[in-house]
């Protein structure tokens, strides 16, 4: 699905996480004309929740209040080598919205890049469709999506995580994204992983007439290391599906039975094209559980083993972040 080129307004990559938001991000960096902003900010969705009970801001205090605590998050800070992004001296001038909080913090770190135009990528934005197009009625999605199979796979492989959980919340946030995009009418182009790194030219020519832009060379390369996403490459490169050789026959059994429908509607072959179990509710919150203790205690790992200058910044803001995006998100 897709809509008319857009004048300017944000670009959001949104999608499953392991789906290839971090690698499009980083290629639409490469462009002349967009920044894309390097880390996940997790964060928009509560501040949409907390504006609406802010009160009234119109008044100073309470939108200098909003905005003084919008761009003293820990994401922004660490960007900022450790310092609050600053307000504009304008501020009182602004229109009075959530929006011009959002988009001037990112536009303090675009400005630093010579570009007048930021990309943002959280993964689980693909459940905020519809409350983020109503933020920036002129924001563009670009919805990554991967055989759930492969995300499987990969979180099984690099992290631990239950494959049943995470193709349970895969089939659920394609679905979502796409619901929210229909439903809401906002510009949301799907890019499926398999497409664009078997034809990566042809792919990112159509997601940049999507956005608006002229098509650059620049944004076939990546423009930072992945290594921690499991991928060393610079480019885009051809992808295996691993996951065909990765489970055992009763394993993929189990995952197809449960996305079986989902794989097929979004174009991927299955065995179980009508199949759409849950599993239930005390099986997903075990592998929940036991999915944010393996989550927690790598944080913590490399929190004391990494230097200074490699860490993340403040284990505290990640894990409040995380909190805020988990309560703000169903999946």
């Not at 001296?89 to 675009?110: C, K, M, S, Y």
């Not at 055992?248 to 996305?259: C, F, Q």
């Not at 894990?319 to 995006?325: D, E, F, L, N």
Request: charged content about 25%.
């Amino acid at each position: 699905m897709s809509g008319q080129p857009s004048s300017g307004g944000p670009v959001f990559v949104v999608g499953m996480n392991g789906s290839g938001t971090t690698m499009m991000l980083d290629c639409l960096n490469g462009h002349s004309r967009l920044f894309g902003f390097r880390r996940e900010t997790l964060i928009i969705p509560h501040y949409i929740a907390r504006a609406a009970r802010s009160g009234d801001l119109r008044e100073d205090v309470t939108f200098l209040r909003l905005w003084d605590d919008f761009r003293g998050e820990q994401v922004f800070r660490y960007l900022n080598k450790r310092r609050t992004p600053p307000l504009p001296e304008d501020w009182r001038e602004q229109p009075r919205t959530l929006g011009t909080i959002v988009d001037e913090t990112f536009l303090h770190f675009a400005r630093r890049d010579n570009k007048q135009r930021w990309c943002e990528k959280t993964p689980m934005h693909a459940q905020h469709i519809t409350s983020l197009s109503g933020l920036f009625p002129e924001a563009r999605f670009i919805h990554m999506i991967r055989d759930g199979r492969s995300c499987a796979a990969s979180f099984h492989r690099r992290w631990g995580y239950a494959p049943q959980r995470t193709i349970y919340r895969w089939k659920n946030v394609c679905r979502t994204a796409r619901h929210q995009a229909r439903e809401s009418g906002a510009p949301c182009l799907e890019v499926h992983y398999e497409i664009l790194t078997a034809n990566p030219e042809g792919e990112m020519r159509r997601v940049c007439e999507f956005l608006g832009l002229d098509y650059e060379p620049g944004v076939l390369s990546t423009s930072r290391s992945r290594t921690h996403t499991g991928s060393t490459a610079s480019t885009i490169t051809a992808a295996v599906p691993k996951w065909r050789t990765y489970f055992p026959a009763e394993r993929l059994a189990k995952l197809e039975r449960i996305a079986g429908r989902t794989l097929a509607e979004f174009g991927y072959d299955t065995n179980h094209p009508e199949s759409d179990e849950s599993p239930s509710r005390i099986a997903l919150d075990y592998w929940m559980t036991i999915d944010y203790l393996r989550m927690g205690l790598r944080s913590l790992r490399f929190e004391f083993t990494q230097p200074g200058d490699a860490k993340s910044g403040s284990l505290v803001g990640r894990v409040r972040s995380a909190i805020r995006q988990r309560v703000s998100s169903r999946y």
